[in-house]
């Protein structure tokens, strides 16, 4: 700034200052006062608001995470429970956004972490082995005075009840697809191979109705929309048209899912 131009201003500060001593020009200085103060309040609404909505963001994401570290602070699989506080604190953000898509796969990468897991566990594949060639379901034989296993309609052996395409019936756990895996882990740990037609049997096909529809979710959100079939977009439209009821139908199935394994891994007995 030039010097002249700061001679002025120090002339017009010194004009105005002659204008507040003045009682005679009380009006005008009050003008002026008003416009500074008007200005100067501004600022600072803006500025509080912002640290308002700071303070507000923050208490949210804290309330977040103690509400994930609160449900996974007894889950047995202590070594992957923090990267699933991570997903729930994501999961639950995008919920707040009514980022449909984003809530779906922040579920999903939650029980994929789990189902990868346990499908390492040898004692977790012995037992679904042990299991995979008997009928899937029980029911008490009144004749025999116990429970037995018997088929569901055409589906004979637990392998045809939980895998989804009969080319995959028969092969490795850790070679089938990613539905096929958690539907076992659901069916061998959570149920501990115990499903009856009735009323536990109901359960189960919701829990399995519940991981179909937030799978479709994931692959949508993964993959944009691109590559996914006209059935399986139909799919996620119901779903999404839904989308209040099911935002609260698949955190349920998560509550379940996750209390199923707390209650029954490690696996303890005979599964048969």
């Not at 002026?32 to 600022?43: A, C, G, H, T, Y």
């Not at 499903?195 to 096909?205: A, C, D, I, N, S």
Request: glycine share 4%; aromatic share 12%.
């Amino acid at each position: 700034m030039g010097q002249d131009k700061k001679s002025k201003l120090k002339q017009l500060l010194a004009f105005i200052q002659d204008l507040y001593d003045n009682p005679d020009y009380k009006d005008f200085a009050a003008g002026i006062q008003s416009f500074v103060l008007k200005d100067l309040r501004q600022e600072q609404r803006t500025e509080w608001s912002q640290q308002i909505a700071d303070i507000y963001e923050y208490c949210l994401m804290k309330n977040l995470r103690e509400q994930a570290e609160d449900l996974y602070k007894d889950f047995p699989m202590t070594d992957i429970a923090p990267r699933l506080v991570e997903h729930y604190v994501d999961m639950e953000e995008s919920r707040r956004k009514n980022d449909f898509d984003a809530f779906g796969l922040n579920l999903y990468l939650q029980v994929e972490l789990i189902v990868e897991t346990l499908i390492k566990d040898p004692a977790v594949v012995a037992a679904y082995d042990s299991i995979r060639n008997l009928p899937p379901v029980k029911r008490y034989d009144a004749a025999a005075k116990a429970i037995v296993r018997v088929a569901d309609f055409q589906k004979d052996t637990v392998d045809k009840y939980l895998i989804l395409k009969d080319t995959n019936i028969g092969k490795p756990i850790g070679s089938l697809p990613a539905l096929d895996k958690t539907r076992i882990v659901i069916y061998t740990v959570c149920y501990r191979a115990s499903v009856e037609k009735y009323p536990r049997g109901t359960e189960f096909r919701e829990d399995l109705d519940a991981i179909s529809g937030i799978y479709n979710v994931r692959c949508h959100d993964s993959h944009s929309g691109v590559g996914v079939s006209p059935k399986q977009e139909q799919y996620y439209e119901a779903i999404v048209e839904d989308k209040t009821k099911n935002y609260l139908r698949f955190l349920s199935f998560l509550l379940s899912f996750i209390k199923g394994i707390s209650s029954n891994y490690p696996l303890q007995g005979n599964l048969v």
